[in-house]
């Protein structure tokens, strides 16, 4: 964004991201909707369905890892009933060429990902009987059958309301002693009451999106909020830095807890912040597709030659012959290194020496970085069980890559039945337990069940209050997990 408005003005350009203040965000909606903007540089925050004006070309940075994605994203051009949705699809590497050109063959053959609804989400489940309980009093099975009504629950045992009522009747008791009780229960009557202050605690930490880690951007004279930086940039920064947010400059004033106050730094070079977030795995739709289409040019390469396979992707997809030559050339070379086109039903194991003598296996598997993350972490935990060594795993959406000792020797076929069915799941719990993962999405369940408020004496919870209370919820529920 910054170096679009160097090039066509600064009042042609705008910036829209999920970091922004939402009044940055609606006054760059508004400018691109009244024509103002030659380009608005955007993630995916602008994804919602409002009317935004006609947009002449969307450029689509690297995959969007969904086909629905793309497919919402090309379609905000050409918005009319004689219009035609243009869209330019850039990819900066090799398997990025790959998935991108399996989007559109996707898109070609009118597939689209499936939408997962969740199964009784029991998080859910808690916040939403608290909310109800302490607006009116409910009979406890009446409110168990409205409860069920909704499909995602529809399944929902009594057994499982119980346990979730329970929980919120009684609480639980931690190191800094007995809390989270949320409403009264009576058994005897089944008649579930609310609880003096519980209203509060459901409407100022309910919803299902998770706190993050990030500090407030304030304007100073004016004490505007302008957007968030997350934590470690924060912390990090120092009275005199300059960064960007948006495609704007700010000088840093002071860093205070929760809030960086800063001025307008003009056209003064920027550093640029960074914020955390979740990965967004390729949906398993795409793998598929990605699968599909290197299948589809080894048997055409194998049957027919190279050509036939180029004029494939070229007359089929509609990639331009570079892209397409790039393809075919990359898969080809991977088939022949490995001796087999790795796909969904084909899977390739490769051991090499790296230049340090470290020896590294790879599993070619594209079935995309959330099942093969999860792949990566049982294995890593099935190689420290068997040889009591702990090794560095890596996982990407095509491939999963270990980092071996060199004092260990196996057959590299043994590592095809390391893992199987029967016992897959327990192996990638307990890694998953010693994963980071595990804290970070402990206190996101735990705050969307209301077990630890957003909100405390009016102020917002900072974030290491947030992290210990997890913890300690953690020691009372699961003393095992973080002892020594």
């Not at 991108?100 to 609804?117: H, K, P, Q, S, Y």
């Not at 004490?223 to 009275?239: K, M």
Request: with cysteine; aromatic share 6%; net charge negative.
């Amino acid at each position: 964004a910054r170096h679009l408005s160097e090039r066509l003005g600064e009042d042609k350009v705008a910036a829209h991201h999920g970091s922004l203040a939402k009044e940055h965000r609606l006054n760059a909606e508004q400018r691109l909707k009244a024509g103002e903007l030659k380009a608005l540089v955007a993630t995916a925050s602008l994804e919602l369905g409002i009317d935004i004006g006609d947009v002449e070309l969307v450029c689509q940075l690297n995959s969007p890892r969904w086909i629905a994605s793309f497919l919402q994203r090309v379609g905000r051009s050409g918005h009319s009933l004689i219009g035609t949705p243009k869209g330019r699809l850039f990819a900066t590497t090799r398997d990025d060429l790959v998935e991108c050109a399996a989007i559109l063959d996707a898109v070609r053959r009118g597939e689209l990902d499936a939408i997962e609804v969740p199964s009784k989400p029991l998080d859910v489940l808690a916040q939403q009987i608290a909310a109800e309980v302490n607006c009116a009093e409910w009979d406890e099975q009446a409110l168990y059958e409205v409860l069920r009504r909704a499909q995602p629950y529809s399944d929902l045992t009594l057994e499982e309301y119980r346990q979730a009522v329970t929980m919120l009747a009684t609480g639980f008791t931690t190191r800094r002693g007995q809390g989270g009780s949320l409403l009264h229960r009576d058994a005897m009557n089944g008649q579930l009451r609310p609880k003096r202050g519980a209203r509060l605690t459901a409407l100022t930490s309910g919803g299902t999106i998770p706190d993050n880690a990030d500090y407030d951007v304030v304007l100073e004279p004016e004490s505007q909020f302008i957007g968030t930086v997350n934590e470690d940039f924060a912390i990090e920064s120092l009275a005199g830095d300059i960064f960007q947010l948006g495609n704007h400059s700010y000088r840093i004033q002071r860093v205070e807890r929760g809030k960086v106050r800063v001025e307008d730094a003009g056209a003064q070079s920027p550093t640029i912040p960074f914020w955390l977030g979740e990965g967004l795995g390729r949906s398993d739709e795409l793998s598929f597709a990605v699968s599909r289409l290197r299948e589809e040019i080894s048997t055409r390469v194998r049957e027919q030659g190279a050509d036939h396979a180029l004029a494939w992707l070229m007359e089929d997809l509609g990639i331009a012959r570079a892209a397409a030559e790039q393809i075919a050339d990359y898969l080809r070379a991977g088939e022949i290194g490995l001796g087999v086109m790795p796909t969904q039903t084909t899977i390739a194991l490769e051991r090499f020496f790296d230049e340090s003598g470290g020896m590294q296996l790879i599993i070619h598997a594209p079935f995309g970085s959330r099942l093969n993350r999860a792949w990566g972490l049982a294995l890593r935990k099935r190689f420290c069980r068997t040889f009591n060594f702990e090794l560095q795993a890596a996982a990407t959406e095509d491939s999963i890559v270990l980092s071996l000792s060199s004092s260990h020797s196996f057959p590299l076929e043994e590592v095809a039945r390391y893992l199987n069915a029967k016992t897959v799941r327990d192996v990638l719990i307990q890694a998953l337990l010693d994963a980071p993962m595990f804290a970070a999405r402990w206190r996101w369940t735990a705050g969307i069940a209301l077990a630890l408020p957003r909100f405390s004496g009016g102020k917002k919870v900072p974030t290491q209050l947030q992290r210990m209370r997890a913890e300690d919820l953690i020691a009372a529920v699961f003393p095992d997990q973080i002892a020594c």
